[in-house]
């Protein structure tokens, strides 16, 4: 009579002629069966060679690690992953490629071509995943790598999680502006319209076309020099319809007409367009408030502000606005309807932006994203997360530490974690 052997199905290279626990992982042992004669029933061994062994990389986590999932299917069979519900082999037949052979009671074991494993086992191979058409896996940031959050972990933690939803954006942009007290435009002005005078003298009177030809040039020197202050086309040609230089410029006068002067930060100025209406309030009179329209944009920016001014035409029917006085002016910018999440979601790391989207039971996926408009508490999402996800909206600063950590002690492991560790 053959004398028992024992071993532990971790360390299947310890073995005991006694029942015990593994001196290494403590685990109970396991009796070794005899192995069976070889058979000659050739239709047996052709069942055991038609299953199939797929290397499913299973997102979900074993105690905080990653588990490569082994599923076995036969021939044709449709199958789908039974931990995470990832479909894993579609039934369709044809060639598939043999990335090793394997003992699947032996975890981590891998050899290049078949054969016996060290149990004395007949050896499967492991073909590579065939994926369903269309189903398309996430892939994590680099140096990020999904993670397993317990629920006690969750509520310690205070995470709290809300929907990525489509949602009208509607952006208000901010600055400090000032009525201007403006000699150069006033200047520039009155330049332009004696110019354009000069002009139609010339051609009335008719003087010689070198006269009128030298008219002519002063009127395009004036043009552009009110361009490089900013002045639109059609702005230069209201000017041109005027008997004089706008006097509000350079003093308070009757007509109630005031310029405002307002700088726009570098990064916000791509949403601000001429025509837009600007709304001001003033502190010195609580409850003023007026609205005018944009009629010039500075084409160059101030380099030690990085930004660029705006001028606007208000209309102050009680004469009440005085040059150089203080504004607080804003601009509703409209950007339309969006995919949307809390500005709490995005993680911004300084190179790019992360979001970790729940994927339930505890797992946590971290995302590279593209964002967009920033507007009331929420932020544009063009790429990374889909409608209905369910994103991190607070919380995210550990989970972002241990994604981080996880990711690079799978680096330092060369990213393979066996079953039951």
Known sequence: MRKAVYYCPMHPTYTSDRPGDCPICNMKLVKREPEQAPSNNSQAVAQRTKDICYLHNCPKVHEGRPCPMTVIAKEGESVVCPICGTHVSDGKGGARKVLYWTDPMIPGYKS??????????????????????????????????????????????????????????????????????????????????????????????????????????????????????????????????????????????????????????????????????????????????LDGAIKSIDPVLDPATRSARIRAILTDPQNILKPEMFVNASIAVAAGERLAVPEEAVFDTGTKQVIFVDKGEGLFEPRDVTVGVKAEGYYEVTSGVAEGEIVVTSGNFLIDSESRLKAALQGMSGGEHQHGQ
Do not use: C
């Open 112 to 289: 290049d071509k078949p054969g016996k494993s060290p149990m004395g086992m007949d050896l499967i191979p492991v073909y590579e995943e065939r994926r369903v058409s269309g189903e398309a896996s996430a892939t994590a940031p680099e140096g990020y790598a999904t993670i397993l959050v317990t629920p006690q972990k969750r509520q310690f933690i205070g995470v709290t999680t809300a929907p990525a939803e489509r949602r009208t954006i509607r952006k208000i942009i901010r600055t400090v502006g000032r009525i201007a007290n403006d000699p150069e435009l006033y200047q520039a002005q009155q330049e332009y319209l004696q110019a354009l005078r000069a002009v139609e003298q010339a051609k009335t009177t008719g003087a010689s076309p070198e006269i009128t030809e030298r008219a002519q040039r002063l009127v395009d020197a004036s043009h552009l020099r009110l361009r490089r202050m900013g002045l639109s086309h059609e702005l230069i040609e209201e000017i041109a319809t005027w008997e004089g230089p706008d006097q509000s410029l350079i003093l308070a006068d009757s007509s109630g007409r005031v310029w405002l002067y307002a700088p726009i930060y570098e990064f916000e100025l791509p949403l601000v367009k001429l025509g837009q209406t600007v709304t001001i309030e003033v502190p010195a009179i609580p409850g003023m408030k």
